[in-house]
């Protein structure tokens, strides 16, 4: 099974930066695989943030536009999320996950990394 672990996260003040990182910890390569970052703060649904596919091919959430970046690395087996201009809002658990070429939705889940923002 695919192991998706992501690290990074941490406190930050508001205006600040943070780079997230999801590895596939069980030496399975996801090379082929779309990639996402979702979010999910208390009380709230959970959020889709960014994706990218296994071209480059990018996507992001409108709260997120302009401010975070998604990135891999093949050869790594790493997905990347650059976030920038950090605000209390983007308080959250971030999750990676990743998708199956040909299947509708996720198929694997990291357990998540907690982001906080202050003011």
């Known amino acids: 099974q695919v192991q998706l672990v992501e690290s990074g996260g941490g406190l930050v003040q508001a205006g600040g930066s943070l780079r997230l990182s999801c590895a596939e910890a069980?030496?399975?390569?996801?090379?082929?695989?779309?990639m996402g970052w979702f979010r999910q703060a208390p009380g709230k649904e959970r959020e889709f943030v960014a994706a990218?596919?296994?071209?480059?091919?990018?996507w992001y959430g409108d709260s997120v536009k302009g401010r975070f970046t998604i990135s891999r690395d093949n050869a790594k087996n790493t997905v990347y999320l650059q976030m920038n201009s950090l605000n209390i809002e983007d308080t959250a658990v971030y999750s990676c996950?990743?998708?199956?070429?040909?299947?509708?939705?996720?198929?694997?889940w990291g357990q998540g990394t907690q982001v906080t923002v202050s003011s």
């Open positions: 069980s030496g399975r390569t996801f090379n082929t695989y779309t």
């Open positions: 990218i596919t296994w071209r480059g091919g990018t």
């Open positions: 996950a990743g998708q199956i070429p040909g299947r509708v939705g996720y198929d694997y």
